[in-house]
């Protein structure tokens, strides 16, 4: 078995390449994996093993039709990781996350089609219904995305909607709540804060940091894209979340207290463009069909990523201040 997996090297995308590559998904034992990247500022090809005889890395952009048609062939599955996904850097220029999202979907299901690769995961976001202010989301909730971001991710479901529809592409699709977990790049929500915290620097706070945000730990979210890979149907939507509905404000309370810090460290700075105030999804779909549960409490999870941090200097440090931009 052949897998191809994009935006490889990036948080989510490296952990699920880790776990094929130490056998920890059924059915993809001892499976053949291909790494795709572009290696922009998100992505370190340090997330992946740098000697392994299953994995092949291709330093290479989904824009690229050429690549693409160089390496796809003879793949069983593609998981499609690969996304501009920070919404700060996409309410000051949407156009890269047009690009990539958008256009690199597009590019890639073609080749899909061109080269018959027999299945496809797309992985999305719960950003692209919006904002709900109670209950929780459902695969057939509309799409009401509010930012640049989330706005090209929603185009690139539909895009990979109408593959699956228009040309057969045996195609599921999975929306996610918040991930944290190692490897993740520091100008995330929770990296951010505690490396500034290791470092004895305030932490910013948007607005009253009453933002409501569901949390999963990115160990669960790639066993999910598993399920989806191994059982889900075909032009099926499975939303993915954690069941951890916590304020921004309250995320940041757990990160002082696990760093030993306290909230003098906190600074209230101008609220985000458009910032949606509560996602929440609702999971039954995955749960049921496919026998998904979270596995990694909250706490448990949040102590873990601090103490990853706090051991890898060198890797965040890397990470947080190779960015030409200073973000």
């Known amino acids: 078995m052949r897998i191809l997996v994009t935006g490889a090297a990036g948080f989510i995308g490296s952990h699920f390449v880790r776990t094929l590559l130490n056998d920890g998904y059924a059915g993809w034992e001892g499976a053949r994996v291909t790494a795709l990247d572009a290696l922009s500022y998100a992505g370190n090809r340090d997330n992946l093993p740098p000697h392994?005889?299953?994995?092949?890395?291709?330093h290479g952009d989904i824009c690229d039709r050429d690549t693409l048609m160089d390496v796809l062939p003879g793949h069983d599955a593609v998981v499609h990781f690969a996304a501009e996904s920070h919404v700060d850097r996409s309410v000051e220029s949407g156009a890269p996350f047009v690009r990539t999202n958008v256009g690199g979907t597009q590019n890639l299901l073609e080749a899909c089609i061109a080269t018959k690769v027999e299945r496809v995961v797309h992985v999305s976001t719960d950003?692209?219904?919006?904002?709900?202010?109670?209950?929780?989301?459902?695969?057939?909730?509309?799409l009401q995305p509010n930012s640049p971001y989330a706005a090209s991710k929603a185009a690139s479901d539909l895009i990979a909607r109408a593959y699956w529809h228009t040309h057969g592409l045996d195609l599921s699709i999975t929306r996610c709540s918040n991930n944290f977990g190692p490897h993740q790049h520091p100008e995330k929500l929770v990296p951010l804060f505690v490396t500034n915290l290791l470092e004895g620097l305030p932490v910013p706070v948007y607005g009253d940091g009453l933002n409501v945000r569901e949390w999963?730990?990115?160990d669960d979210h790639c066993r999910a894209v598993h399920l989806v890979l191994q059982g889900g149907r075909a032009g099926e939507i499975y939303n993915v979340g954690g069941g951890n509905e916590?304020?921004?404000?309250?995320?940041?309370?757990?990160?002082?207290?696990?760093?030993?810090?306290?909230?003098?460290?906190?600074?209230?700075?101008?609220?985000?463009?458009?910032?949606?105030?509560?996602?929440?999804?609702?999971?039954?779909?995955?749960?049921?069909?496919?026998?998904?549960?979270?596995?990694?409490?909250?706490?448990?999870?949040?102590?873990?990523?601090?103490?990853?941090?706090?051991?890898?200097?060198?890797?965040?440090?890397?990470?947080?201040?190779?960015?030409?931009?200073?973000?």
């Open 216 to 218: 999963l730990h990115v």
């Open 52 to 58: 392994d005889p299953r994995l092949d890395f291709v």
């Open 127 to 142: 950003e692209v219904y919006g904002s709900i202010a109670e209950g929780s989301w459902t695969e057939e909730w509309p």
């Open 246 to 327: 916590r304020t921004n404000l309250a995320v940041t309370d757990l990160l002082l207290d696990l760093c030993g810090a306290d909230r003098s460290a906190i600074r209230h700075v101008t609220d985000r463009k458009g910032h949606d105030a509560r996602y929440a999804l609702d999971d039954t779909k995955i749960r049921e069909e496919l026998g998904y549960a979270p596995r990694i409490g909250f706490e448990e999870g949040m102590a873990a990523t601090v103490d990853w941090y706090r051991e890898n200097p060198a890797w965040w440090k890397a990470s947080k201040y190779s960015d030409p931009e200073g973000r």
